[in-house]
């Protein structure tokens, strides 16, 4: 199983970003697919979730200015941020829940760096 995430950069505060994480070496296995984000000294925060399905969540500090996406035939999970701001400075982690009899397994995609200056 293979997570390889991509888009991160640097950006001024105001400004858009999309990143995209593509699973491989999966089968049809893949679940739910989520991004999080880790700033330094700080606990990796869970940023939104979508379903096989396309049920969504976010977390209330993204809710309005980001949005996740999948596509199930690429095995790809994206996420679009829009006004972007300094303090959403982090590494970006995809995660994937991937079926392998008997149970779900989580797998994390080897991060994106996301720079906002002010």
């Known amino acids: 199983v293979q997570l390889q995430a991509s888009g991160g950069g640097l950006v001024q505060a105001g400004e858009s970003l999309k990143l995209s994480c593509a699973a491989s070496?999966?089968?049809?296995?893949?679940?739910?697919m989520a991004w999080y984000r880790q700033a330094p000294g700080k606990q990796r925060e869970l940023l939104a979730n979508?379903?096989?399905?396309?049920?969504?969540k976010y977390a209330d500090s993204v809710k309005g200015r980001f949005t996740i996406s999948r596509d199930n035939a690429k095995k790809t999970v994206y996420l679009e941020m829009n006004s972007l701001k300094p303090e959403d400075t982090a590494v970006y982690y995809c995660?994937?829940?991937?079926?392998?009899?008997?149970?779900?397994?989580?797998?994390w995609g080897q991060g994106t760096q996301v720079t906002v200056s002010s």
């Open positions: 995660n994937a829940d991937i079926w392998t009899f008997p149970r779900w397994y989580p797998y």
């Open positions: 070496k999966i089968g049809d296995s893949l679940g739910t």
């Open positions: 979508i379903t096989a399905g396309g049920k969504t």
